[in-house]
């Protein structure tokens, strides 16, 4: 493959937060939330790597080459055909990291975007569908990073073809009433740590409800709001991830208790509420949560990574 022309001008681009399994749909289902971490690149004409980051992360995040965004745009630049000699970028920061809110996915989908909009032919030669399957194998699975490309809310899975796992995404146009709160702690949890608390097996009908909820969901999120609360009922990996956030789970059980249609969001700890009620319910949910977690009325971003 001939080495790419890059364009000399910066681009810019914002990615969405993200929510992942919204109850039962386990490493499957992605939701788009309305809080954008925004990213700025430029190609230089010297070589080197110049990376400032603010906002969330700023004093943990590396200046190497080691950063996820910059991983992310050289895994893009490759596919294209090879990396430019320097390169600089700017991050800015808003989606909270280690809290289940996609922020990770964000830098994977950000950094993609900013590769094929820094190469000339970047559009012709990589698809959508391209970028999801390069951004799923960093990832690891397809659910936020499909989100944060798509927007709205997703359905994505991984299928095999010729001998290797490729992901696939259906969108979903969410009903506009729906709106989410995430209810932010301020400590975080490992999605690595969350992950090692599942168990190989479920009992056989926990199974069978989750997958029925699981198709529930999607009639709930695009016709029927009323069922909200009843398709993001979870049986699969919640309540097996308990003991590492004890007062998130606390949460989640007083809110499904009154009737809220809440779930850990990802791997948590962040708890998520989907919602149709007004400015005062908002207010009455947010104070229920108590001291312990910050409260963020955010609509669904009906868009995903998008050049500004």
Do not use: C
């Amino acid at each position: 493959m001939a080495k790419p022309t890059f364009k000399a001008n910066p681009i810019q681009v914002q990615v969405p937060a993200t929510s992942a399994n919204l109850g039962p749909g386990f490493d499957s289902f992605g939701l788009a939330l309305g809080m954008h971490d925004r990213y700025v690149a430029q190609i230089l004409d010297d070589a080197g790597l110049d990376i400032d980051v603010t906002g969330e992360g700023a004093d943990d995040v590396p200046r190497t080459d080691k950063n996820l965004l910059v991983k992310a745009m050289y895994k893009g630049f490759d596919f294209l055909g090879g990396k430019p000699k320097g390169v600089a970028v700017r991050a800015l920061n808003v989606i909270p990291h280690g809290r289940g809110l996609g922020s990770s996915a964000s830098a994977i989908v950000g950094g993609l975007s900013l590769a094929r909009a820094l190469v000339l032919t970047g559009s012709d030669k990589m698809s959508d569908e391209k970028l999801l399957q390069i951004a799923t194998e960093m990832e690891g699975h397809p659910d936020n990073v499909a989100a944060a490309l798509y927007g709205n809310a997703v359905v994505a899975w991984k299928e095999e073809q010729h001998g290797k796992d490729v992901a696939q995404a259906i969108s979903l146009s969410v009903d506009t009433r729906i709106r989410a709160i995430a209810f932010i702690p301020a400590t975080a949890v490992a999605t690595s740590k969350a992950r090692k608390m599942l168990p190989e097996t479920i009992p056989h009908r926990d199974a069978a409800r989750n997958s029925a909820n699981s198709a529930l969901l999607v009639h709930a999120l695009t016709l029927r709001q009323d069922l909200l609360y009843r398709a993001t009922e979870d049986f699969l990996h919640q309540s097996y991830r308990a003991e590492a956030m004890p007062a998130s789970f606390a949460l989640l059980t007083k809110l499904r208790a009154a009737g809220v249609a809440a779930f850990i969001s990802g791997a948590g700890p962040t708890v998520l509420a989907l919602h149709t009620g007004s400015e005062a319910d908002v207010a009455e949910l947010s104070r229920a949560a108590g001291s312990k977690f910050e409260a963020k009325s955010l609509e669904i971003s009906r868009t995903g990574a998008e050049l500004l």
